[in-house]
C-alpha cells in the first residue's frame, strides 16, 4: 500500500507540475507572441485568459466527472487533450487560433487537475503522510509555476515564442505513461446520475463575459452602456447557473450545501484572493523587466529562478512546521509574509535594476507563497465526503483559476489606465506599481479570512447528499 501510494505521489506531482508550468511559461514569451501573430495589447491577455477561463470553469465539471466515471480514467483522457492542444497550439498563424489552442488547454487541464488532486486525497487520507504528500504536490505545483517563466524565456529566446507550446507536448506523454504505469485502477465513488453540463456551461459564459467586460474598460469606460450590458448579462449567466444547481434533477455540478462548510469556504475564498494576486505579479514582473529594464526573454526567466526556489523552500519549510502549527496559521504568516513582497515589490523604479528592485521582494513573497500552498489544499479537502473529493478539488481549483483571470483582468485595466495612452518607461512603471501594490492588498483581505472564517475550521465530513438527489436522472 505504502508503494501504491508514493507511485501515486510521483504521478499527480508530474502531472500537477506540467498544468503549473503551462499557466506561466507563455509570460515570458507574451512580447514576441503579439509581435508573431499581431495581438492588440489588450487581446494579449487572452493568451492567459483563454487557458484559465476554460480551466476554472469546467473544473467543477472535470471533478464530477471523476468521481462520477473514475478519477484515472479521467486523469488519462485529461492528458491526452493537453497534449493534443499544446501540439496545435505550437503551429497557430493567428491571434485565434492561439487562444482556441490555449482553450483546449483549458478543457485537458479541467479534467486531469481534479483528478489528479482526488487521487492523491484518496492515497493519504491522514497523519504525518498527508501533510508531507501535500507538502510534495505543493512544491511541484509552485516550483511548475515559477519554473516555467525560466523554461519560457529560455525557449523564447532560443528556440521560438512557439516552443512555449511544444514544450507541453512531450510532458504530457510522460504523464500519460506514467499514470497508466503507476496509478492503480480506481472505481467510481459516485456511479449514478449524470453530471450538470448545462451548469458548466452558464459557469463558463458567465465568468467569460465577467472578465471580457473588465478588460474591455480600457476602452470603454465603466458606466458606458456596452460594459454596463455586459456584466449584466454576466451576473444574470452567473444566478442562472446557481438556480440550475439547486433544481436540476441531474446530479448537480456542486451541491450548494458543500459551501456552508467553513473549512471549504474559507479556502476557496482565501484560493481566489491567491491566484489573482500571484498570476497579475508574474504577468507584471515579465513586463517590468523586458519593457522597462530592456532585458531580454530568457536573462528575465533566469532572473525568476530566485522565485521558483523560494516557492520550493517555503513549500518545504510548510511541511515542517505542519507538524507543530495549525494549518490556519501557516495560511496567515503565509499570506502575510507575501503581502510584505509584494508592497516592496511596488516601490520599483522605471531605472531600476533587477538587484535593487526585483531580488529581494521576489525571495520575501516566494517564501510566503510556498507557505500557503500544501495547508491550503488540506484543509480544503479534508472534511468533504468520499464521493466529493474530486468535486472539492475541482472547486479549489476553479476558485485559484478563476481568481487568476479576474484579476489579471482587473489589474491590467488598473495598470493601462494609470499608465496612460503614452507607454514611456516611468509610465509603464507607475502602472506595474499600482498593480503590484494592490496584489499586496488582495493578500491581506486573504489573511483576515484565515484569521475570521478558518478560525475553527470544521474537519468533519460534509453529510452526503441524499440518495434521491444522487439517483435523479432526466
Known sequence: MFRKSN?????VALVQFMVSLDLSVVNVGLPRIAAGLGFSPAGLTWVIHAYALTFGGLLLLGGKAADRFGRKRILLLGLAVFGAASLIGGFAQNPGHLVAARAAQGVGAAALSPAA????TAAFPSGKPRVRAFGVWAATNAAGGALGVLIGGVLTQYAGWRWVMFVSVPMAAVALVLALRGVPADRPVAPTGRPDVLGAVLATAGMGLLVFGIVRTDRQAWTSPPTLLTLAAAVALLAAFVAVERRTSRDPLIRLALLTNRAVAGANAYNLLVGAAITATFYFASLYLQRVLGIG??????????FALGVVTGSILAIKLGYRFAARSILIGGALLTAAGFAWFSRISPDGSFLTDV?????????????????????????????ESGTASGLLNSSRQIGASLGLAALSTAAQ?????????????????????????LLLAAAAIAATVLRRPSLTAVAEPPKAAVMAQD
Open 117 to 120: 488532486l482526488a487521487l492523491l
Open 297 to 306: 526573454p530568457a536573462p528575465a526567466g533566469v532572473m525568476f529562478l530566485p
Open 7 to 11: 507511485r501515486t505521489l510521483t504521478a
Open 359 to 387: 531580488l529581494g521582494p521576489s525571495i520575501v513573497a516566494s517564501i510566503g507563497f510556498g507557505l500557503c500552498l500544501g495547508p491550503l489544499v488540506s484543509i480544503a479537502t479534508a472534511g468533504v465526503a468520499p464521493s
Open 417 to 441: 489606465h494609470q499608465s496612460g495612452p503614452l507607454p514611456t518607461p516611468a509610465a509603464l512603471t507607475s502602472g506595474y506599481a499600482l498593480a503590484l501594490l494592490i496584489s499586496a492588498i
